[in-house]
């Protein structure tokens, strides 16, 4: 069965400071991998996505995800975040070739201070 | 860019009521989801389609029924609703099977 750990509840980060977000999934096949992000009273929305090829993969507002199958990691990073970074963050896998569905973490409210 | 619409955007209802949430994709997507989101927990798969009149089981499906009409629509019936049902549900919508996804805005359920 795929499941998706996303061992950090909170994340309190300084204005300007880097970023990294941790998420490890359990999938025995060829996954599918993203990060989603969703900011207070919305709905989710895509950052990234990993589907083949180059395991570093480039989202929206200069996030970047790694996929590390050795490791089963797929960690969100960012070099320097804002204010505006402020949201829930969550990791998610899916099948190639499977059964179609989604496997969510449980989430990270990130904290972006001044 | 992809467009989701939930219906209605908040909604209380009493124990043992009946609910019905509505859904709409306006870009032709073959695959919809129903997820609850609750802390602790992330969102949860209750049930999926991919195409008019096609159900799937998802991970959290009991006290929950669905119906795809057509392409565009997508209903998640709640029959006897229970105060465990109080919850935030989303609805998404994909072109194929696995791939990402577009979310609605949610509908934020309260069952007292």
């Known amino acids: 069965a795929q499941s998706v750990t996303q061992p950090d509840a909170r994340v309190t980060v300084s204005e300007g400071a880097s970023l990294q977000l941790r998420c490890k999934y359990s999938?025995?096949?060829?996954?599918?991998l993203f990060w989603y992000v969703q900011y207070p009273r919305q709905g989710l929305q895509l950052l990234l996505k990993?589907?083949?090829?180059?395991?570093v993969v480039q989202g929206v507002n200069g996030f970047e995800a790694e996929f590390i199958k050795s490791n089963s990691s797929f960690h969100l990073r960012k070099a320097s975040v804002h204010w505006s970074d402020s949201a829930v963050y969550f990791c998610a896998v899916s099948a190639k070739g499977g059964n179609y569905k989604y496997v969510f973490g449980a989430g990270t409210r990130l904290k972006v201070i001044a | 860019e992809a467009a989701v619409t939930q219906s209605p955007r908040n909604k209380v209802t009493v124990t043992g009521g009946n609910v019905t949430l509505s859904c709409r994709q306006t870009n032709s997507h073959n695959y919809m989801y129903w997820y609850r989101q609750d802390t602790g927990h992330g969102l949860r798969l209750i049930h999926y389609s991919y195409g008019a009149g096609n159900l799937q089981i998802g991970d959290v499906p009991d006290g929950y029924k669905a119906t795809r009409t057509t392409q565009e629509d997508f209903f998640l019936l709640l029959e006897l609703a229970s105060p465990s049902q109080t919850s935030l549900y989303f609805c998404?919508?994909?072109?194929?099977?696995?791939?990402?996804?577009?979310f609605g805005p949610g509908t934020r359920l309260t069952v007292l």
């Open positions: 990993y589907y083949s090829g180059d395991p």
């Open positions: 999938y025995s096949g060829t996954p599918y």
């Open positions: 998404a919508s994909s072109d194929w099977g696995g791939r990402e996804q577009y």
